[in-house]
Each structure stands twice: as C-alpha cells, then as structure tokens.
C-alpha cells in the first residue's frame, strides 16, 4: 500500500523567512494523525505543502507516492481537504454547491452526502454566500467526505463548530475511521482504510480520535508517534526532601521548569524512564512522585520550554 503523505526535508521560507525548517513526516495508512502546534507554528503552511497548494523552498513532499506539486487527477480524487476558510460560491444554494462538486467525482456518494446535511442541521435551500462560519465549515466537510476519500485532510476541522457538531463531527470521524469490521461504519459503506491528518489546537479532540500525533514547533517534528508514548515520555516529578533540605543544583536529566520551593522541587521531564525515580530518590535523598499529564499540559510544558 502506497503511503497517503510524506514529507522530506521540507522547507518553506516567505520572503526569506523559513516557517517550515525541513520537516520530515510520513503519514502511514489507516494512520489518524493529529498536527498539533502553537498559533503560526506552520501548520497550515505544513498541510499545503504536503497537498501541492504551496511550493515548498526546498525538500519534498509526496500524495500517494506521486509529487505533490505535480499531483494525477487520480491521486486527487483519492484526497478530500477542508481548508482552515472554506471558499465557495456564494450565489449557489448549498444544495447546488454540493451537487457541482459530486459532479466531479465519479466516486461521489450522494445518501453519505445527505445523511451529513441532515446530521448537521445544513440548510439546503439557503444560499451558501449567508452561511455562519460553522456552516461554512460544515459544508466544507460534507464536499470533502462525499467522495469518500481514502485520505482526509483536514485544517483546524471543528474550530468554528458548536459543541454538538464538533461532538457530531468527532463520532463520523471516528465512524469513517474505524477499523475491522467496522472499517466505514455507518458512513460509506466501503471498508477502504482511511488516513486522517488533522491539525488542531484542541488537545481534548486529539485525545479521543488521533491514533498518533505529530508536534510541530520551531520549524520542525518535536515528536511524532502515539499519543500514549508521548505520555509516557513526558512527566512531571516532585521530590520532597527526606532531611528538610534539597541539594542545590540537583540534575534532573531532561528537565525543563524546574522550581524549588523550600524542601519541595518540581520538574517536567521530557525523556522519563521508569527507573528515573529510584536513581533520583538515591542519588538525592528525596521522595520522589510521578505526576501523569494529559495532552493539554503536555503541549503547553513542551511550547514554553
Ligand atoms: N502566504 C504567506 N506569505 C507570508 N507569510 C505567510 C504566508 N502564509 C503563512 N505565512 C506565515 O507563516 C507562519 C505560519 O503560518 P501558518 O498559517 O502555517 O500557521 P498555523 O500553525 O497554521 O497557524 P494557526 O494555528 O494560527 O492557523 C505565520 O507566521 C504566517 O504569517
């Protein structure tokens, strides 16, 4: 099976000013992958390059083993991409909207298409250029998944949406992306495996349906892997004195905001091994505790580092 997207040494500069530092990412199949970075990090600079929408500095950038900047209609319409702004044309009815775009793809699967409308409360008759935000997105989604692509690609999906179509939006995620028997689920019947990029600020989302997770910060891959290894990874220790003073200076491999107050210090480390603990509890004469953390304070102890 042909890989959905990969990145090598990727560089992208504007007017001289590099945002995407070579970045080397591969998106396997069947893969829910999360993008997860600061504001400006490059996500969406990151996710055009990959797509051919932009041309990158330098490295490369490949759909389906194909150039992405040279990319086969065939490759295309085995893609659906919902950018960050929809854009469509404002003088058609969303019901037009989306037949003109199931116009292109043989592939097109109007009962998926309207059984998204209806979940998402899209009003058909209305002319697409009044459509809220969230309803743009929404749209959006529908012409992106009506195809039934085997590769998802997807720029801040729920930013603009409610609590329930984000919660909608996440379950037909899930849906589409299951695997097994299920693979398809009760959205488009194909049991074709689908491949998700994603990029978000919304840890919480993440954490329910990315398989894995990419950090993009400074320009590059800080961590690409499962979300549970990156747990496992980054911890947050307390040690306590055992004789009312800590050592000065205690090294803490790995460690970024270490504090101290009085017989009480605390770190994050993001190289954590389960034999950590004991070597620190002896090398310093401190009681030491491990405090597991969830994606959100992950994030935000890797990005003020
Ligand atoms: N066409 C462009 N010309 C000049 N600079 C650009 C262009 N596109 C993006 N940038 C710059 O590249 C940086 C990364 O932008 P990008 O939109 O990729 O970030 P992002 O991670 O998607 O941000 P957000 O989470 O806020 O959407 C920003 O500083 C932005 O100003």
Known sequence: MTTPLEARSLIKAFDGDAVLKGVDLTVEPGTVLGLLGKNGSGKSTLIKCLLGLLKPTAGEAFVFGEDAWSLSAAAKGRLGYVPQEVVTYPWMRVRQVIAYTGAFYPTWNQRLADDLCRRWNLPLEQRAGVLSVGQLQTLGLVLALGHEPELLVLDEPVASLDPSARREFLRILIEITGDGDDAGGRVGESARPRTVLFSTHITSDLERI???????????????????????????????????????????????????????????????????PARLAAENNVDVAVVDLNLEEIFVEMHDE
Not at 228 to 238: F, H, P, T, Y
């Open 210 to 276: 990315a398989s894995r997770l990419a950090l993009l910060k400074d320009g590059a891959i800080a961590f690409e892997g499962e979300s549970d290894a990156l747990k496992e990874r980054v911890k947050r220790i307390r040690l306590t004195s055992r004789n009312g003073a800590l050592p000065t200076g205690i090294d803490i491999p790995g460690a970024i905001h270490t504090t101290v107050e009085g017989v009480l210090a605390e770190a994050t480390v993001t190289d954590f091994t389960p034999d950590l």
